[in-house]
């Protein structure tokens, strides 16, 4: 079978492998066969290795579901009563958990911070100090929506200080930028089966503490499908998703980890890392300038200014590069017109010098001036 090769440069779902794509087709089989549950044990270790946990202390749990399926497993099941959420938020994926505190009524502080900076850990501090009843820390490790890479090591460790569990949103660094949850003092993190580690979208994954998990048998119970406790419990007792797994979706991960152990932890960051460079370099030949500054980006996403041009459309120069087999993206920073351009999935160096002639020419069909301009 021929499938044509599309660059996705947006957040999510990446580019994939043919072999990847492949392994979905597989014989019907019902999930709830020793064969399948033997693939979700293997693939449950393996997602704890990527994060380098010790078998005995960390554990991955299953969801059939989107990456925010997470979010809310996380911010639901993990806080106990009379406890706050502390969200520290400075992006979109922050606000995305705001928001999950606010429908499920979970006493939380939004503590804001502007989205093109860190977040200012003497405030952070302060907060946790005034605020004993903090039960969870949370943050996003990477704001997709800006390519802010946070700095959950020390918001870990003074989470742990503040007795409080912390928990932080890797899905757009998991299997990407090394991770190591006990260097990292992570408690929970999660991904999903789209984006590091290449496969297909359906299946997301939340890692982390087993004793925590357990304690949270007693906490409030907020959701049916999405508590985190019941979905563990389930899987400890049979092997199995509480509910029908996507099947097919496992297939594909399953070879999507097995090239992820065959390209290497090291390799691939660097290959992202190589494409990133590509972006920049693209990016700085044709005079864009990015919002984010470089010291405090994840090397993963560029936010780009849109130009002060009046040719310029976002839409009809994405128009011309989808049709050509590139995916370019609209931003996610309000009061900033921006587009983003990312390095995930299974794409090099080449596919972005590729991509930069294609959007070169897009800009001269749409008469915009190259090197583009800037009123200020
Ligand atoms: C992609 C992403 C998610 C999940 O988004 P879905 O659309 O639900 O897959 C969550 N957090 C971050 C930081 C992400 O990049």
């Known amino acids: 079978m021929q499938i044509r090769r599309n660059i996705l440069l947006n957040p999510g779902p990446s580019t994939t492998t043919d072999t990847v794509k492949m392994a979905q087709v597989v014989p019907d089989i019902c999930p709830r066969e020793k064969e399948f549950a033997g693939l979700m044990k293997q693939m449950r270790e393996d997602l704890v290795k990527i994060v380098h946990g010790p078998l005995d202390l960390y554990t991955a749990v299953l969801f059939c579901g989107s990456g925010t399926i997470n979010m809310d497993v996380c911010l639901n099941s993990l806080l106990d009563k009379d406890k706050k959420a502390l969200i520290i938020n400075n992006g979109a994926y922050s606000q995305r958990a705001v928001e999950i505190c606010t429908y499920y009524g979970l006493p939380h502080i939004n503590l804001e911070f502007p989205v093109d900076d860190l977040p200012d850990l003497e405030i952070v501090e302060k907060t946790l100090c005034d605020n004993p009843d903090v039960g969870l820390v949370y943050i996003t490790h990477n704001e997709t929506g800006t ?19 912390f928990v932080t949103d890797t899905t757009s660094t998991y299997a ?30 939340v890692i982390g503490r087993k004793d925590i998990i357990e304690k949270s048998k007693e906490f409030p119970k907020r959701s049916y499908y999405c508590n985190l406790y019941m979905q563990y419990d389930f899987f400890e007792r049979t092997g199995e998703m509480h509910f029908t797994p996507p099947v097919q979706t496992i297939y594909a991960a399953r070879q999507a980890l097995d090239e992820y152990f065959a390209e ?29 500054r ?25 128009d011309y590069c989808y049709e050509r087999g590139y995916t370019i993206y609209p931003g996610k920073i309000t009061g900033a017109d921006t587009f983003r351009l990312c390095a995930l999935g299974a794409i090099d160096e080449d596919d972005i010098t590729a991509f930069f002639e294609v959007l070169k020419e897009a800009l001269a069909a749409c008469d915009i001036t190259v090197p583009v301009k800037y009123n200020d």
């Not at 390519?147 to 569990?165: F, K, Q, S, T, Y």
């Not at 470089?294 to 310029?312: F, H």
Request: charge should be positive; hydrophobic fraction near 45%; include cysteine.
């Open 294 to 318: 470089r010291e405090i980006q994840s090397g993963l996403v560029a936010s780009v200014k849109y130009p002060d041009d009046c040719n310029w459309d976002f839409n009809k120069v994405h």
């Open 176 to 205: 990407m930028i090394p991770i190591d949850v006990v260097r990292d003092n992570i408690d929970f993190c999660m991904a999903s089966a789209q984006k590091g580690i290449m496969g297909m979208t359906g299946l997301s994954y």
């Open 147 to 165: 390519g802010i890479l946070n700095p959950i090591r020390i918001i870990g460790e003074m989470a742990h200080r503040h007795n409080a569990v």
């Open 264 to 292: 290497g932890e090291q390799a691939k960051w660097a290959r992202h890392t190589r494409v990133m460079n590509a972006i920049h370099k693209g990016l700085g030949m044709l005079g864009f300038r990015e919002v984010i």
